[in-house]
């Protein structure tokens, strides 16, 4: 029983050995890396993209429930009565962009406005390659820098960004990639802040390092997740909101805020640019939702041992699946932040939050053998529930009720 | 596998081209730009360096690129800050026509 | 000279040569961040990962952005009937010269013939400890550099809206 | 505490979730060709004729005024007055609209042109699927398309309808009233005359003024409230 689930669980790397071990004979040489190259970039081509057409149905049918409505639920198999609950929306509204007109302004740098979508679907799409979506299953295994290689991707989509926004030559394109760019960067610091506790831990900056150092198992069922730590606890949601400000999900939408300035920096762009930019920026909140699975979920192991038979890749994407529902959630609840009270939560507020964080951690591991688990839990947790109660009260004060001159 | 004179050519190249840049060009930014460009052809070099080295091991190059890097930083941070204040000040970021002090 | 490097090679002087030469700042800015991807290359090829992605981290990431923030805030600054430059002739030749001493002296020199030593073992664990001990002074005074350049840049930006007051 | 807030309203949001799949009353929508909200009585789109008979352009109340025409705001409206005169309800000859169009691109619904319209002739239809592939031409309705009948305004406001034809049937008895006066006053005059012909025939003396008999028309009814 045990082989079949591992081979269930390892068949893509068998899968793709295979296809290798048969191309050998047939190809030379020099193109077996780029077939190998291809079969570990298929899957990831295939699975993500798909995923993000399915999130946007998703997402459209979760808010209207949210807001007690229906949301799609027309678009089916064309020319039969077949609706699929409204899950051929996505197929309707690719062929759509596909066909509609690409408008570039007249007086758009033409050449910069051309290659801002690519510029910023590359680097996205880049960062996929040294996630671990399962047991051996990392397209590209960056032993020494691998989180390094995501955060300095991660890091150039602010220029596409800026690049969109400054050749549209449009004032509201130009604002949204301002605002873009200060909140990107703003929220890089408390990100990479977060994600250097687990490096700490763990030791490594390789990512199928770092869910390794996840596989300890406790109590001789519970996995070893760095979520299940004071620091990991607080650090996964002091990631997931850098995240969500990283890509630009609401509440942290502002740059698109479509009230204030239309739809931010792609507000020149039509068609399939818009729908580049569309699917840049699901695969960059999928990016970083793997990442935050891989730094504190545990990556693809399961969170008991005795769920360990079901295969690892479907850990990843359950756990990816579920943040995404996460963030919708999210999305259907909070409003959106002003600009200074999102720079202020960013430096004010995440920035020593995380710092402390950081320190807890190191407290955490220095304090491995010599000190009891209990006391090592209460203490870790104090430290950082202190400061988070003050810093939050800090934080609500300015929020204070509201006086309604004329109503009252 | 490319020698070691290859990457000082490239370096050389990339310095003389920040040269003439920052000699040539008149605004300010552009001068930086320039500057940048002769920091960046001295990491490489040390880069470069340390790759052909004896005694790679030693990665004397590696971190005199790291802080190299981090000090250029900080030198655009404080440059970029300085150009924007003599442009309030002047309303011009041309290096030529900021002459307050010229006797 | 292998293909990977000639075209990086090709990539990091072209991008540059645009980002000295033309007219639209941005432009410029954008040349100068195809540079910094091209080194980035470069310093892959040399089996240099971290200091690679650290080059694109801090360069593309944040220098970058500060130039292009830069050249908005200072927008408006070259007329467009004034040449962008000064007469070439002034800065062309210094830089044309120097370069001929460089490559002359690379080209004689037996170092330059030197072909790589088999690949370091470099971890980052080594890196950092190597921080932590050999370069501790070098770092703090680093950090000191660093705050300052934070303070410094903060005053220096904010200087003219106290007067405005 | 931070972040109590962002609690509550999750909760709030998995209750709306949740809530909206075992509870179909929570949803506020419909789907919408298939299923229909009834329209509110007081809905408005854009406007109708009117007419009362039949046949939609014979019985048309619109006597081609124009005073709508002038009052909308956004000039929507464009009329050409008949030639010849026809009969209206009241049996008034009158004009009418030789051409009526409205042009819904531009019409903004503001219902002007029924508080003006002295003659309970234009009123507001909810007819809102009026989308159309031809932008200028298939959006500028003709009065072909406008003449409702009386019966379908008073299916869509029936209060409005009501106060309608009260107005309508206060005129007709009116204009009826002063007929009857007229004639009978026609009559009393013509027997005066009859009586001073005999009279002056009889006496020779000079016939009497015969006005101020007939009767005062009744003061008109008041306006039923709207």
């Not at chain 1, 504190?296 to 008991?304: E, S, T, V």
């Not at chain 1, 053998?369 to 009260?393: C, E, K, N």
């Not at chain 2, 990665?59 to 309030?88: K, N, P």
């Not at chain 3, 030469?21 to 090829?45: D, I, K, M, P």
Request: hydrophobic share 50%.
């Amino acid at each position: 029983m045990a082989e079949v689930f591992q081979a269930i669980d390892q068949f893509p790397v068998t899968l793709k050995t295979w296809l290798l071990g048969h191309a050998a004979g047939v190809m030379p040489e020099w193109a077996l890396p780029l077939l190998s190259a291809a079969l570990s970039i298929t899957p990831i081509l295939a699975v993500f993209p798909l995923l993000f057409a399915l999130t946007t149905v998703i997402e459209r049918k979760g808010l209207g429930r949210i807001q007690n409505r229906r949301g799609p639920n027309r678009v089916g198999i064309p020319l039969t009565n077949i609706r699929l609950a409204g899950f051929g929306q996505f197929i309707a509204d690719g062929i759509k962009s596909l066909t509609k007109e690409d408008i570039v302004p007249r007086s758009a740098d033409k050449v910069v406005h051309f290659l801002a979508p690519i510029a910023l679907l590359i680097p996205v799409l880049l960062t996929y390659s040294v996630l671990p979506f399962g047991r051996n299953m990392v397209p590209l295994d960056l032993p020494q820098t691998g989180l390094l290689f995501f955060f300095a991707l991660g890091a150039s989509t602010e220029l596409s960004v800026f690049m969109a926004g400054w050749s549209s030559r449009n004032k509201y394109s130009l604002l949204g990639a301002m605002r873009a760019i200060a909140q990107m960067v703003s929220y890089e610091i408390p990100l990479i802040l977060s994600a250097l506790t687990v490096v700490m831990i763990a030791g490594t900056l390789s990512l199928s390092g770092i869910v390794e150092s996840q596989a300890e198992v406790r109590f001789g069922f519970l996995h070893s997740w760095h979520l299940f730590t004071p620091w990991g606890l607080v650090g996964f949601f002091l990631f997931l909101t850098a995240a969500a400000a990283e890509a630009n999900r609401t509440p942290f939408d502002l740059p698109e805020a479509e009230s204030e300035i239309i739809a931010g920096y792609f507000t020149e762009y039509s068609g399939f640019k818009f729908a580049i930019f569309f699917l840049a920026e699901y695969l960059g909140l999928f990016a970083m939702c793997g990442l935050g699975i891989t730094l504190f979920l545990g990556g693809w192991l399961p969170p008991f041992k005795f769920l360990g038979f079901i295969p690892s890749w479907c850990w990843f994407l359950g756990k990816l699946v579920a943040l995404i529902l996460l963030f919708i959630w999210l999305r259907g609840t909070l409003p959106r932040l002003r600009t200074d009270q999102l720079m202020g939560f960013a430096w004010k507020f995440l920035l020593p939050m995380t710092l402390i964080n950081l320190f807890v951690a190191g407290l955490w591991h220095l304090s491995v053998t010599s000190v009891p688990m209990t006391v090592r839990w209460i203490g870790g947790f104090a430290l950082l529930a202190i400061p988070y109660w003050l810093l939050g009260r800090g934080f609500e004060a300015k929020v204070g009720k509201r006086e309604y001159r004329f109503a009252n | 596998m490319t020698p070691l004179s290859g990457y000082l050519l490239v370096s050389a190249l990339l310095f003389c081209i920040g040269l003439a840049g920052a000699l040539t060009r008149r605004n300010a930014i552009m001068v930086l730009i320039g500057i940048e460009l002769m920091l960046n052809a001295a990491n490489l070099n040390f880069i470069a360096f340390w790759r052909f080295s004896e005694h790679p091991e030693t990665q004397t190059g590696l971190m005199f690129a790291l802080f190299s890097i981090a000090i250029a930083a900080a030198e655009a941070a404080v440059g970029l800050a300085l150009i924007i204040t003599i442009y309030r000040h002047f309303r011009t970021a041309n290096v030529d026509k900021v002459e307050a002090m010229k006797g | 000279m292998t293909l990977s490097f000639a075209i990086l090679a090709g990539l990091t002087v072209g991008s540059a040569v645009a980002a000295m030469s033309l007219r639209n700042l941005v432009h410029c800015a954008l040349g100068l961040v195809l540079t910094f991807a091209g080194l980035a290359g470069l310093y892959l090829q040399l089996n240099a990962e971290f200091v690679g992605f650290t080059q694109i981290l801090v360069y593309v990431g944040a220098v970058a952005i500060l130039i292009v923030f830069a050249i908005l805030l200072t927008r408006g600054t070259e007329p467009a009937n004034e040449p962008a430059a000064v007469s070439p002739w002034a800065g062309l030749p210094v830089a044309v010269l120097a370069f001929l001493a460089m490559a002359a002296a690379v080209l004689a020199s037996p170092v330059g013939k030197r072909l790589a030593a088999p690949v370091p073992e470099v971890s980052v664990k080594t890196l950092g400890q190597k921080l932590m001990t050999d370069y501790v002074l070098p770092l703090e005074v680093l950090a000191l550099l660093l705050t300052a350049a934070m303070l410094g840049a903060v005053i220096i930006a904010m200087k003219d809206k106290e007067d405005l007051q | 505490m931070l972040g109590t807030g962002i609690l509550k309203g999750m909760v709030e949001t998995a209750k709306n979730f949740a809530g909206s799949y075992h509870d179909p009353e929570r949803l506020t929508t419909v789907e919408y060709p298939e299923q229909r909200i009834a329209p509110k009585e007081n809905a408005r789109q854009f406007p109708m004729l009117i007419h009362d008979t039949e046949d939609p352009m014979k019985g048309l109340r619109c006597v081609a005024c124009q005073i709508c025409e002038k009052e909308c705001p956004p000039q929507c409206i464009y009329i050409v007055k008949s030639k010849d005169k026809r009969a209206d309800y009241k049996g008034q000859m009158q004009f009418y609209p030789a051409t009526f169009d409205i042009d819904i691109s531009v019409c903004m619904s503001c219902q002007i042109c029924v508080e003006v319209c002295p003659f309970e002739s234009i009123k507001m239809d909810t007819e809102f699927e009026l989308s159309n592939t031809d932008r200028f031409g298939g959006l500028l309705i003709h009065k072909e398309q406008l003449a409702k009948s009386n019966e379908h305004y008073r299916k869509i406001h029936p209060a409005d309808a009501a106060a309608s034809d009260a107005v309508l049937a206060a005129e007709v008895a009116k204009a009826q009233a002063k007929a009857k006066a007229d004639a009978e006053a026609k009559a009393a005059k013509a027997a005066a005359e009859a009586k001073a012909k005999a009279d002056a025939a009889v006496a020779g003396t000079v016939p009497a003024p015969a006005t101020s008999t007939a009767p005062q028309p009744t003061s008109p009814p008041a306006a039923p409230a709207a």
